[in-house]
């Protein structure tokens, strides 16, 4: 079983940055393609970013591309968000995910992840 425990949100104000981490239980997520996901009170869970199991593939929703960027520390066993320019609606909860597979088409999906994270608050103010 992997567990996943994300960190570093917080309250902070338009144009701020944060950095999201996200911290594995077991090295195989080395190999695990991982996602970051996010959920507003009233709304969907929604895709924001995703990373193959080296790096070398990432995703993001057009609503964080050019702003957001996902990365990993296989030595770390660690998935981060650097979010720049926040905004107002970008307030949700942050939800990290491991699919147990190196890469997918399907980042975007939430049926893609076998494991999710609980989750780190994001309050941006405007």
């Known amino acids: 079983q992997v567990q996943l425990v994300e960190s570093g949100g917080g309250l902070v104000q338009t144009g701020d940055s944060l950095r999201l981490s996200c911290a594995a239980s077991?090295?195989?997520?080395?190999?695990?393609?991982m996602g970051w996901f996010r959920q507003a009170p009233g709304k969907e869970r929604e895709f924001v970013g995703g990373i193959s199991w080296s790096g070398g593939r990432t995703y993001y929703a057009d609503s964080v591309k050019g702003r957001f960027t996902i990365s990993r520390d296989n030595d770390k066993n660690a998935v981060y968000l650097q979010m720049n320019s926040l905004k107002p609606e970008d307030t949700a909860v942050y939800y990290c995910?491991?699919?147990?597979?190196?890469?997918?088409?399907?980042?975007?999906?939430?049926?893609?992840?076998?494991?999710w994270g609980q989750g780190t608050q994001v309050t941006v103010s405007s």
């Open positions: 995910a491991a699919a147990r597979a190196p890469y997918s088409d399907y980042v975007h999906r939430g049926s893609t992840y076998d494991y």
């Open positions: 077991i090295r195989t997520v080395s190999t695990y393609a």
